[in-house]
């Protein structure tokens, strides 16, 4: 399926609605919201500083690639 891309402005933050997509009933879509502008680069530049912090965590330290690999498989499995 072709890729497809629009601009709107949201008015309500409950409810986005997108009018004449190129897609039939019953079709899968993966939607993705990205705020554009100075918002989306803010919301960026958090996301940023989020990490950095989280990285820096102590705990982190002591995980090993193991245990990071058990946790995916577990959580792939549903566990």
Known sequence: MQ???????????????????????GDCVEV??????ERGLEVAERMKQLLQET???????EISEEEIAAEIAASRNGQ
């Open 32 to 37: 993705i919201v990205r705020p554009q502008g």
């Open 3 to 25: 890729s497809y891309r629009t601009v709107i402005t949201v008015a309500d933050p409950n409810q986005i609605v997108l009018n004449n997509v190129p897609v039939q009933p």
């Open 55 to 61: 990285h820096s965590l102590p705990q982190l330290e």
